[in-house]
């Protein structure tokens, strides 16, 4: 069946991406035709951040003052919100990421602290000018899209959330999309890379920089949101402007007027992809037939959001392989835990992880799994690998510190040998 299809792509997103929750949907006219969820602790009516899906958003507000007649896209920023320092930027080329502007403020990570005024960042960022001349390449910028944001806001005389949650929201219905988290909620995660423990990340109030990335919401209603970008509204943004902003920047771009291009077997898909500490999302959607993708996961890395929305879009069949659930790590054992991190084979670099369980070696040229070890009261022994059934020795110094593992003659020591 389709679902099982769907469903295996979400099962495997979790079991390889290690990721405490996902959940995802496929979208069909604006409804979700299939929710499905893999992992624990949330559901499809948990809301998760979405990152920099909210850029979408503030753009549908700047064209919505270009149809009003309140901009030009072609306009100096300067002619809408002076005294920023990025004064010749366009409107296009920062809708677009072209206009050489720097990708990130000056200043502490703004996803993960708390957030400053418009009139800090601005401060913050005095003499900090473009890193690439104007329309030189794509070069992604949240900085940008603050900008965007509190030109709009001036020009319509009210903040950037009052415009999203009177203008956007409220004639789509979107009763479940927010500035701040909204029971219930997943908590934002990151996962040890080495030994799988889950840790809560900050839910910071980003305000200057929220235009860029604040955003939560849930499967229902980014439904809502991506089937908007295939028809348009009457009391939101018209069709042509959303094909307008689907338009690539320059022939052969992945990129428009604040909406990413996703080339699939099956045709171009329009949205974005969005990540905040704890967070990662997909949007997408087919313009021509209002068929698209939905996906949220409470983890901050894990799995490539373009590659979770193929293959949510297709499917994955039955000759899929899908590894077991992921489940985090609650206790690593003192044995374990000075075993994992990273270990060479020579000049060969490898990591070896707590996984599941078991000790997993991963090699790193090219990334893959190598080896799987059950750690027993008696030894470390292969469970599936080149070292099936084959004991892992740990060799130590005079001070008990480890000086190299070994398994059937190879080698494992902490910096390369030769």
């Given at each position: 069946m389709t679902t099982d299809r769907w469903q295996r792509a979400l099962d495997r997103a979790q079991g390889s991406g290690r990721l405490p929750s996902i959940v995802g949907g496929v979208v069909r006219e604006g409804r979700l035709v299939w929710s499905g969820l893999a992992g624990a602790g949330a559901g499809v009516d948990h809301q998760?951040?979405?990152?920099?899906?909210?850029?979408?958003?503030?753009?549908?507000?700047?064209?919505?003052?270009?149809?009003?007649?309140?901009?030009?896209?072609?306009?100096?920023?300067?002619?809408?919100?002076?005294?920023?320092?990025?004064d010749e930027a366009t409107v296009r080329s920062l809708l677009s990421h072209t206009s050489g502007m720097q990708a990130e403020p000056i200043g502490p990570w703004?996803?993960?602290?708390?957030?400053?005024?418009?009139?800090?960042?601005?401060?913050?960022?005095?003499?900090?000018?473009?890193?690439?001349?104007?329309?030189?390449?794509?070069?992604?910028?949240?900085?940008?899209?603050?900008?965007l944001g509190e030109m709009v806001a001036r020009l319509r005389g009210a903040g950037w959330w009052s415009l999203v949650r009177d203008r956007l929201l409220g004639p789509l219905g979107m009763n479940r999309t927010s500035y701040d988290a909204r029971a219930p909620y997943a908590r934002g995660s990151s996962v040890d890379h080495f030994a799988g423990t889950r840790h809560d990340e900050p839910?910071?109030?980003?305000?200057?920089?929220?235009?860029?990335?604040?955003?939560?919401?849930?499967?229902?209603?980014?439904?809502?949101?991506?089937?908007?970008?295939?028809?348009?509204?009457?009391?939101?943004?018209?069709?042509?402007?959303?094909?307008?902003?689907?338009?690539?920047?320059?022939?052969?771009?992945?990129?428009?007027?604040?909406?990413?291009?996703?080339r699939s077997p099956g045709g171009v898909l329009v949205g974005h992809t969005g990540s905040m500490p704890g967070f990662l999302a997909t949007a997408f959607v087919q313009q021509d037939t209002r068929e698209g993708v939905v996906a949220?996961?409470?983890?901050?890395?894990?799995?490539?959001?373009?590659?979770?929305?193929?293959?949510?879009?297709?499917?994955?069949?039955?000759?899929?392989?899908?590894?077991?659930?992921?489940?985090?790590?609650?206790?690593?054992?003192?044995?374990?835990?000075?075993?994992?991190?990273?270990?060479?084979?020579?000049?060969?670099?490898?990591?070896?992880?707590?996984?599941?369980?078991?000790?997993?070696?991963?090699?790193?040229?090219?990334?893959?799994?190598?080896?799987?070890?059950?750690?027993?009261?008696?030894?470390?022994?292969?469970?599936?690998?080149?070292?099936?059934?084959?004991?892992l020795h740990v060799h130590r110094k005079r001070n008990r510190a480890i000086s190299h593992l070994e398994c059937s003659t190879f080698i494992y020591t902490r910096h390369p040998t030769r």
């Open positions: 998760y951040r979405i990152g920099s899906i909210t850029k979408t958003l503030t753009a549908v507000l700047v064209l919505q003052c270009r149809d009003d007649g309140l901009l030009d896209l072609d306009d100096p920023l300067g002619v809408h919100l002076p005294g920023t320092g990025r703004w996803e993960r602290s708390p957030g400053v005024s418009f009139a800090e960042l601005v401060a913050r960022n005095a003499g900090s000018g473009p890193v690439l001349p104007p329309g030189a390449a794509f070069h992604y910028s949240n900085l940008g899209f603050a900008l839910h910071a109030d980003t305000r200057a920089m929220a235009p860029a990335g604040q955003l939560w919401s849930t499967i229902a209603d980014l439904a809502r949101w991506v089937d908007l970008l295939a028809t348009g509204h009457p009391e939101v943004i018209d069709r042509a402007t959303l094909l307008e902003m689907a338009t690539p920047a320059a022939p052969g771009d992945d990129y428009g007027l604040g909406l990413r291009l996703l949220l996961t409470n983890a901050t890395t894990g799995v490539g959001t373009d590659r979770l929305a193929l293959d949510l879009w297709a499917g994955l069949g039955e000759e899929a392989e899908l590894p077991g659930p992921w489940r985090p790590s609650t206790d690593v054992p003192s044995r374990v835990a000075e075993l994992l991190g990273l270990w060479f084979w020579g000049n060969s670099a490898l990591e070896m992880r707590w996984h599941n369980g078991l000790l997993e070696l991963h090699t790193l040229a090219p990334p893959e799994l190598s080896d799987r070890f059950a750690v027993t009261p008696d030894r470390i022994v292969g469970v599936d690998g080149y070292h099936l059934a084959e004991t």
